[in-house]
């Protein structure tokens, strides 16, 4: 079952309080839009970003961009953790260097909307569930930030991507037994999020677009070789047989 629940406008004095959620950014090799990735973060609105963790999961030296942005200024803490060739593995390193059980996560080459995290915490309120996961709707961009119009054919409410995921868990247990999970998973962590989740009965969707998703030529999930197809049939594999095996 999937869960759609119409956003609830809150009226209220102040911005939005939050404490020990992590953001969990993630880059291997790729520098191009990292910058952009932690601007957008920057500017959100409605959030006290000095409640949140920051976690950069990377394979390069990112102290030049904490440095020049100040970011151990604005954030309750900031952490890098190693990022690995395998994606899920690169997402999990950053899960399991954060103290929280509650994360947003944001690839490099992605942006979240001024009110992304705003809403999303809004949103949650309404979930009467131990653990669950929130994921949003998109806008497509290009390379240069420009809008692309996406094919007639267009499902919004099947298209996942880690940028537009929101998780929390009940325990610090749940989160290991996650992390384990995504270790495993070569190049569909936003697959892992979603059948993870659904097998709980905790997905829930809002209707909403709340990322922009950047699609270029550099883009893992723009590239159709077979190698690659074959990486995301061997995750199929491997998370049929952990839900099976539940």
Do not use: C
């Amino acid at each position: 079952v999937i869960w759609h629940i119409t956003l609830i406008t809150y009226k209220r004095m102040g911005t939005l309080h939050n404490i020990m959620t992590a953001i969990v950014i993630t880059a291997y090799n790729r520098k191009d839009f990292i910058e952009k990735a932690v601007l957008s973060l920057l500017n959100q609105k409605g959030v006290d970003i000095e409640d949140f963790e920051l976690i950069f999961s990377v394979n390069f030296d990112i102290n030049y961009l904490i440095e020049k942005h100040k970011l151990n200024e604005k954030f309750t803490k900031v952490n890098i953790a190693q990022a690995s060739t395998k994606i899920g593995e690169t997402l999990a390193n950053g899960i399991q260097k954060a103290k929280s059980k509650d994360f947003f996560f944001l690839e490099d080459d992605d942006m979240f909307t001024e009110d992304h995290m705003e809403k999303i915490l809004e949103f949650r309120k309404q979930i009467e569930k131990d653990s669950y996961a929130i994921h949003n709707l998109q806008y497509f961009i290009d390379g240069k930030n420009n809008p692309i119009k996406l094919p007639i054919n267009y499902d919004a409410m099947k298209w996942h991507n880690v940028s537009s995921f929101y998780i929390h868990f009940v325990s610090s247990e749940e989160k290991e037994e996650f992390i384990d999970i995504l270790k495993n998973v070569e190049l569909a962590p936003d697959l892992a999020i979603y059948i993870y989740f659904l097998n709980k009965n905790a997905y829930f969707e809002i209707p909403e677009r709340l990322t922009y998703f950047r699609v270029h030529s550099a883009n893992t999930s723009s590239q159709r070789n077979h190698a690659r197809l074959l990486h995301i049939q061997k995750d199929d594999l491997y998370l049929y047989r952990f839900v099976k095996n539940k």
